[in-house]
Nanobody, 123 residues
Framework: QVQLVESGGRLVQAGGSLRLSCAASGRTFSNYAMGWFRQFPGKEREFVAA????????LYADSVKGRFAISRDNAKNTVYLQMNSLKPEDTAVYFC????????????????WGQGTQVTVSA
């Protein structure tokens, strides 16, 4: 089992920045690809960004490319999502994900989920 705990979500103005963190515990963190997904009300959870086991390969959804950056610190068992130039349409619950699969670009490839953290971007 892998336990994931997100933090960092809050209310922010459009154009602002936010950094989400996800702390992992349980199995060996570096054995898992890590990702971020988000969910809008009434919608399916969608892919945002992913990073491979050693952090050398990253993937992004087109909607966040150039604005968001995913990174990981295997010594701290933590993955981050730096979000810049935030827009109101980025408002969602953001979920951390862990998987033995790569690329981690679909919710169906996820093995473990965090509980989610709310990000709200005001206009």
């Amino acid at each position: 089992q892998v336990q994931l705990v997100e933090s960092g979500g809050r209310l922010v103005q459009a154009g602002g920045s936010l950094r989400l963190s996800c702390a992992a515990s349980g199995r060996t963190f570096s054995n898992y690809a890590m990702g971020w997904f988000r969910q809008f009300p009434g919608k399916e959870r969608e892919f945002v960004a992913a990073i491979n086991w050693i952090g050398r390969t990253t993937l992004y959804a087109d909607s966040v490319k150039g604005r968001f950056a995913i990174s990981r610190d295997n010594a701290k068992n933590t993955v981050y999502l730096q979000m810049n130039s935030l827009k109101p349409e980025d408002t969602a619950v953001y979920f951390c994900a862990a998987s033995r699969n790569w690329p981690l670009d679909s919710r169906y490839k996820t093995d473990y989920w965090g509980q989610g953290t709310q990000v709200t971007v005001s206009a």
